[in-house]
């Protein structure tokens, strides 16, 4: 499997009142743009595992995900792109007709498998595992969201990339599964701040959880971060008119779309923390557009009757 990466990263000034009144300089990583097909994080989190499912000889990817998961489109886009069959293990019970996000990654080639929300709860308990495998045949299993240590270096990376384009202080992300958090952080390796927005509600076990893959992959944690729990707009996934508007906004200054889930809570919380100094005046503070736009057909059709505006997303 060759590297995927073959366009340089492209970092946006974003011209904010609340920045310029600070001296500090904000930037987007737009890692949403790297690859067309898997942009952003999810192909930095698959690239390592995708290399290890070869080195162990598996031609089938096995993984987890809600109906509206970003990454199972990924490891669905990925499986014909790199020559694996791939099996997508979905929460809940099967909805006919299949929501965007499922039909695509079903037109990707992959096999849709449904576990209840109670199975679902122990997927990764080893003989849910086992009983999956003894259906679907030899897999490598990528945990949801993709998250694990092999997920971490492909985030590293992006470290690497960014350091060698400008120097910055901050590194800003939304945070899921704390996967691509805890990979910026090795790259980090204790130098510089990285600030994780988390998108889920009650999200104080994701500290947890990072430090953990950042003990495995690198032998250490480290205290540069912070996660920042508040600003979940109203959980995982949830509606809000607040960040629908904010999204809007953001749109017409800066001609960026971001998502509803990730990327949208990530640049609300980095603009609401400016206001309240939280970054130190001079620095720059880069924010990482992850992409995860795939997200906005399944949050239009679950939410067309709370907004009457939408973004055109192709």
Known sequence: MTDAYTSPLLLQELLEPAAAQRNIRLLLLRDDLTHPALPGNKWRKLKYNLLEARRLGHDTLLTFGGAYSNHMAAVAAAGPLHGFRTVGVVRGEPTLPLNPTLAQAQAHGMQLRYLDRATYRRKTEPAVVAELLHEVGPAYVVPEGGSNTLALPGCAELVTELAAETDFDYLCVACGT??????????????????GVAVLKNADFLRADIEALTLASAGTTYTNWQLQTAYHLGGYAAYSAELMAFIQQFQARHGVLLDPV???KLLYAVLDLLTQDYFAPGSTVVAVHTGGLQGWQGFRQRFAHRSAWWPEVG
């Not at 704390?178 to 600030?195: H, P």
């Open 178 to 195: 704390g996967g691509t958090l805890a990979g910026l952080l090795t790259g980090l390796a204790g130098t510089r701040q990285a600030v």
């Open 262 to 264: 990730y990327t949208g």
